[in-house]
């Protein structure tokens, strides 16, 4: 995604300071998880007629594995609603569950609790001791990971969450086109996808859904923005230099490793620097409720 100029969101995007959320709108987000998810596939190909309460909770386990920041947006159980509905549709009907683009049809919301309590469990500690997993794919980039320290700063995840213009999109999306923003990775970098919670070796949400808006191209950009100064303050330098700041924390050599529930970024030890130590942008963050995993970081 390109670089998208400041400005914010137009006006016009907002009507009385919050912009309702369209079923248009929110039926792309939920083409975007049912396009995406395992679980809802399994359930179309096992013909199973799933109604009321069944329906919900098939719905929640499906948003937590693709997007679990869904169950902490303000319109979580509106989403939760309609992709019950679509798991509830008959079976055999490919247009209702797992097809990117399809059209939104009406459907009463379910209520639901959009807590982060919702949000899956973090597993197990590995032991450290174990074997390397073989998985590691190497990056330039390992230190995009470092971003995640920021969050906070950022507004993420609720005030993100929160933005009218990204409320069509999976915050998947949304964190691969701020990185994309921010630093000139190839969109097959596995730094790009562990950054955004995702398996290297699965499509890009940017790759399957549909091009961005201009609204939705600005909201991410001010989101980089935001990173960026939020960066170069954390490491002492001038706001104006958040985007020349953000390339050189991020230009790391290293490995992502991946298992569901998990994800490591391994440096070599010459990758260590004191101002980030000192800033504690490489401290392991842990279990990232938002992402849906725990996400550590070794210098080996």
Same mark, same amino acid.
């Given at each position: 995604?390109?670089?998208?100029?400041?400005?914010?969101?137009?006006?016009?995007?907002?009507?009385?300071?919050?912009?309702?959320?369209?079923?248009?709108?929110?039926?792309?987000?939920?083409?975007?998880?049912?396009?995406?998810?395992?679980?809802?596939?399994?359930?179309?190909?096992?013909?199973?007629?799933?109604?009321?309460?069944?329906?919900?909770?098939?719905?929640?386990?499906?948003?937590?594995?693709?997007?679990?920041?869904?169950?902490?947006?303000?319109?979580?159980?509106?989403?939760?609603? =309609?992709?019950?509905?679509?798991?509830?549709? !008959?079976?055999?009907?490919?247009?209702?569950?797992?097809?990117?683009?399809?059209?939104?049809? !009406?459907?009463?919301?379910?209520?639901?609790?959009?807590?982060?309590?919702?949000?899956?469990?973090?597993?197990?500690?590995?032991?450290?001791?174990?074997?390397?997993? !073989?998985?590691?794919?190497?990056?330039?980039?390992?230190?995009?990971?470092?971003?995640?320290?920021?969050?906070?700063?950022?507004? %993420?995840?609720?005030?993100?969450?929160?933005?009218?213009?990204?409320?069509?999109?999976?915050?998947p999306w949304v964190l691969q086109g701020?990185? %994309?923003?921010?630093?000139?990775?190839?969109?097959?970098?596995?730094?790009?996808?562990?950054?955004?919670? %995702?398996?290297?070796?699965?499509?890009?949400?940017?790759?399957?859904?549909?091009?961005?808006?201009?609204?939705?191209?600005?909201?991410?950009?001010?989101?980089?923005?935001?990173?960026?100064?939020?960066?170069?303050?954390?490491?002492?330098?001038?706001?104006?230099?958040?985007?020349?700041?953000?390339?050189?924390?991020?230009?790391?050599?290293?490995?992502?490793?991946?298992?569901?529930?998990?994800? =490591?970024?391994?440096?070599?030890?010459?990758?260590?620097?004191?101002?980030?130590?000192?800033?504690?942008?490489?401290?392991?963050?842990?279990?990232?409720?938002? %992402?849906?995993?725990?996400?550590?970081?070794?210098?080996?």
């Amino acid at each position: 995604m390109a670089p998208a100029s400041s400005g914010g969101v137009r006006p016009s995007a907002v009507a009385g300071g919050v912009a309702p959320e369209s079923a248009v709108v929110r039926g792309r987000l939920v083409d975007e998880v049912l396009g995406r998810s395992v679980l809802a596939r399994a359930v179309a190909r096992s013909r199973l007629r799933l109604d009321g309460a069944d329906a919900v909770a098939w719905a929640a386990l499906v948003l937590a594995e693709v997007d679990p920041s869904v169950l902490g947006r303000p319109s979580g159980g509106a989403v939760v609603g =309609e992709v019950a509905r679509r798991l509830g549709a !008959p079976s055999g009907r490919v247009g209702d569950v797992g097809s990117v683009g399809g059209s939104e049809r !009406p459907g009463s919301p379910v209520p639901v609790s959009t807590t982060p309590a919702d949000a899956p469990r973090a597993p197990e500690p590995k032991d450290d001791t174990a074997t390397p997993n !073989p998985r590691g794919l190497p990056t330039r980039w390992a230190g995009l990971l470092f971003l995640l320290a920021l969050a906070p700063a950022v507004g %993420l995840p609720h005030a993100v969450l929160a933005t009218p213009a990204l409320a069509g999109r999976s915050l998947p999306w949304v964190l691969q086109g701020v990185a %994309l923003t921010l630093v000139p990775a190839a969109g097959d970098d596995p730094a790009l996808a562990a950054f955004a919670g %995702l398996d290297p070796l699965e499509p890009s949400p940017l790759r399957v859904a549909p091009p961005a808006s201009p609204d939705e191209r600005c909201a991410v950009g001010e989101l980089a923005g935001r990173w960026a100064r939020a960066a170069a303050e954390a490491l002492g330098r001038p706001p104006e230099a958040g985007p020349v700041t953000v390339r050189a924390l991020a230009a790391r050599r290293g490995e992502i490793v991946f298992d569901p529930g998990w994800i =490591e970024a391994v440096l070599p030890l010459d990758e260590v620097d004191v101002d980030v130590r000192v800033a504690g942008l490489d401290l392991d963050p842990g279990w990232v409720w938002w %992402l849906g995993c725990v996400v550590r970081y070794r210098y080996v």
